[in-house]
């Protein structure tokens, strides 16, 4: 029973870092990169993400490869130490289901999808793999 209580443990400190870390870094992107004002309308949020330069579209793809590698690798030090990677596996999850609900509310590229799932889905199992 105890096991189950840490992996619970793990599962919400690798969500919480992984939304904790996704949405600071895409806070930072428009202070680094000076971008306009982002519109409050999810219908020109499509055309702003279609607007904006190369470097922001890399620098919010770069914060997905961050945030799901730091989700798993905090699920990883949390969970306990026989733990398998369940935790990280739900983390994934929860991760890419976030993700496919931003990609139906905003368009995106078609290549901005594709590497922010692949992210969400396989990053967190790098920070698995790094922690073990």
Not at 98 to 123: K, T
């Amino acid at each position: 029973m105890k096991n189950f209580f840490l992996n619970l443990a793990a599962f919400v400190a690798g969500v919480l870092t992984f939304m904790c870390t996704l949405g600071g870094l895409e806070a930072l992107i428009p202070v680094v990169l000076y971008l306009p004002p982002t519109p409050s309308q999810a219908a020109d949020m499509g055309q702003y993400i279609a607007d904006i330069p190369l470097g922001p579209k890399l620098a919010i793809e770069l914060s997905f490869l961050i945030a799901g590698f730091f989700g798993g690798y905090v699920t990883t030090w949390v969970a306990p130490k026989q733990a398998t990677p369940w935790p990280t596996l739900a983390v994934a999850l929860v991760a890419t289901a976030g993700a496919v609900f931003n990609f139906i509310q905003i368009p995106h590229p078609a290549w901005m999808v594709a590497v922010g799932l692949l992210a969400c889905a396989a990053m967190p199992f790098m920070g698995y793999l790094v922690r073990k």
